[in-house]
């Protein structure tokens, strides 16, 4: 069937029946008023399922994949696939993963090193790096994502990026994304300031973390919708990478293969990173026509992550004097 026909009928869709055009009182923009405008027949989509849509270009064809890869309902796939528009691009996964391979082969070839740059006694220097005796330079509770302790952990966290944060950029949009991203990336320096307080921190992961669990779990919430394919095998292979990315930062932190000036750098952002990605990012993801603001799971989560900030804040500033913690001095 041709892209966009419609046809008369009298079913769920509505009364009224489909029309030749959509209806343009009504935007585009996430709103509960998409699904009253469905069952009142105000918006008219093809009946046809997008998998039967034929003589497509090769972006559209990556359009329709990215629906069936995040969307678990067939009728948000179909008003997704025919509104989505080019611009704004999905920028922001982009640009985050090139400054980090930018910065990542700026450093190596400074230092000459490209794996367990850590090691080197000039990386921790950097401005970028979190260290627990630079705390009062709060840039660094997220510049550290820009930096990465080897060529192994850039390209875990730079291929996770590409692949599930661009397609969910695609679908929720640059602010929601960038700001489920960013919320890991705070939320592992701080966890990290409070669980591990002598150990650095560097390495995205805190944000990549936020993301893929996000997305597991809203594949596991939508488990029948979901039309991925060999969504368990790729499901599998997910949580065994990203639980052999975990056992290699704990094996770095307490078994480093060589001997090392200080601590290092700690493993509690994945963690933390995955915390936000359950909570906040599920309820990010769940749905995708209705504003969050409409949401009230939405405030509670937002309110426990505001008290989290608020309670790492007062103890960056008060716990490590009371509780005299020995940190390793600054570089």
Request: aromatic content about 12%; charged content about 15%; overall charge positive.
């Amino acid at each position: 069937m041709r892209a966009g026909a419609v046809h008369p009928s009298e079913d769920s869709y509505g009364d009224l029946g489909y029309k030749q055009k959509l209806s343009p009182q009504i935007s585009s923009k996430r709103s509960s008023s998409f699904k009253r405008a469905i069952a009142n027949g105000q918006r008219a989509l093809p009946r046809d399922g997008l998998l039967d849509e034929t003589g497509l270009g090769f972006y559209k064809r990556f359009v329709r994949y990215v629906a069936y890869e995040i969307l678990p309902c067939e009728m948000d796939r179909r008003w997704y696939f025919y509104q989505h528009r080019t611009c704004p691009p999905p920028v922001f996964m982009a640009a985050v993963t090139l400054t980090q391979i930018i910065v990542f082969l700026c450093y190596g070839a400074r230092l000459n090193k490209w794996v367990l740059q850590t090691y080197h006694p000039e990386y921790m220097k950097s401005p970028l790096v979190y260290h627990p005796g630079h705390r009062a330079r709060a840039w660094r509770f997220l510049t550290y994502m820009f930096m990465h302790v080897g060529l192994e952990q850039l390209g875990f966290n730079a291929l996770l990026q590409l692949m599930i944060g661009v397609p969910l950029e695609m679908v929720h949009g640059i602010l929601r994304i960038s700001f489920l991203y960013l919320a890991g990336v705070l939320a592992g320096s701080l966890t990290v300031s409070i669980t591990d307080m002598r150990a650095p921190l560097v390495g995205g992961s805190g944000g990549v973390y936020a993301l893929c669990s996000a997305h597991l779990a809203n594949v596991v919430m939508n488990w029948a919708g979901m039309r991925c394919p060999y969504k368990l095998l790729r499901m599998v292979l997910a949580l065994v990478c990203m639980s052999s990315e975990v056992g290699r930062a704990v094996w770095l932190r307490f078994s480093p293969p060589l001997p090392a000036s200080g601590p290092q750098p700690s493993f509690m952002a994945h963690l933390a990173g995955a915390i936000v990605g359950i909570s906040m990012g599920l309820t990010i993801l769940r749905s995708y026509e209705e504003s969050l603001r409409d949401q009230c799971g939405w405030w509670v989560v937002l309110l426990s992550y505001g008290t989290f900030l608020l309670f790492a804040v007062f103890w960056n500033i008060f716990a490590y004097d009371l509780l005299g913690a020995q940190i390793p001095p600054p570089p």
